[in-house]
């Protein structure tokens, strides 16, 4: 894996347009913000064009949608298209709503998607697998994570990150795994929008969607993985505060030394 594309990201500053949700928007920002790229969230449509011409990628979530942010999100997607900047989408619970889970099919279809990130809940939900979601969390079932990832990446022709103890990673033909983490990321709601917009964020660095989601599951994991291994006391409410510590911190030094990947 490319680790330098850390130093990359950082020295390129890219501008990420994240359409959030207003549980973690605050959390988005900040994590995007200290891993080195530049966020902005925008909710309306009028100066959409202005926004994504001036991104490097769009990260959208569908966390607290409305009828408004869909169409919000269509002429976000259309102009992306236009443009040429990567999507990633983060179908927050489309395992446990249908209604999320039909929207989110559509747009999936209408528009190319790069990546995919959601917990193994939501991707097996799009891959019309067999899962018991719960809510916004992955929930539990017995499926293969592997098969999972790799057909819902083939159905959608894009990347899929199924994020959990282990990121499973897939782009259809090849597989990837991420290992490193701490199990304090499920205490903290908005871990896995952060990795959605962070992940986001290497796509401007990144070949390819496929490295863009291997890099940015890797540094996020480790980041938190090295909150816990330098603080063993930590609980919910310091993991978050210290997890935008290391987001800014972290080199690519400190990842080499716990990587754990393949
Ligand atoms: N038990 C665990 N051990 C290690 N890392 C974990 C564990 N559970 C989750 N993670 C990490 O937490 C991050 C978020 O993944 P998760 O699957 O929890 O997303 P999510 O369910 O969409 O979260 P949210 O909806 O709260 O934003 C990922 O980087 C993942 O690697
Ligand atoms: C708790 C919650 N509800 C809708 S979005 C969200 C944050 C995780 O995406
Ligand atoms: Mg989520």
């Known amino acids: 894996m490319q680790l330098d594309l850390l130093d990359k ?11 959030a949700n207003f549980v973690t928007v605050q959390d988005v920002a900040n994590a995007v913000n200290a891993i080195g790229a530049s966020p902005i969230m925008s909710n309306e449509v009028a100066e959409a064009e202005e926004i994504v011409r001036m991104a490097a990628a769009v990260a959208v979530n569908i966390g607290c949608l409305t009828k408004e942010q869909i169409n919000h999100i269509k002429k976000v997607e259309d102009l992306a298209r236009q443009y040429n900047k990567p999507i990633v989408f983060d179908p927050v619970a489309v395992g446990a709503v249908e209604y999320r889970y039909k929207i989110a099919d559509k747009l999936l279809w ?41 057909k819902t990446a083939q159905k959608y022709h894009c990347t899929v990150i199924a994020s959990g103890p282990t990121d499973t990673i897939s782009d259809g033909k090849r597989l990837a795994h991420v290992h490193n983490g701490s199990p304090l990321f499920k205490t903290h709601v908005g871990s896995g929008d952060m990795l ?20 940015g599951a890797l540094v996020f994991s480790c980041a938190g993985q090295m909150v816990v291994q330098d603080h063993p006391g930590v609980g919910p409410g310091t993991f978050g505060m210290y997890l935008m510590d290391y987001l800014y911190k972290v080199t690519v030094a400190d990842i080499k030394q716990i990587a754990d990947f393949d």
Do not use: Y
């Not at 998607?113 to 939501?122: K, L, Q, V, Y």
């Not at 962070?198 to 890099?215: G, K, R």
């Open 9 to 19: 990201l950082r020295a390129q500053n890219p501008v990420i347009f994240n359409i």
């Open 110 to 150: 209408d528009f190319h998607t790069s990546i995919i990130r959601g917990n193994i809940g939501e991707i097996a939900a799009l891959g019309d697998f067999n899962w018991n979601s719960k809510g916004i969390d992955a929930g539990s079932g017995s499926g293969n994570i592997d098969d999972i990832a790799m």
């Open 196 to 215: 959605t917009s962070i992940v986001t964020a290497f796509t401007a660095v990144a070949d390819d969607p496929f490295e863009a989601a291997q890099i």
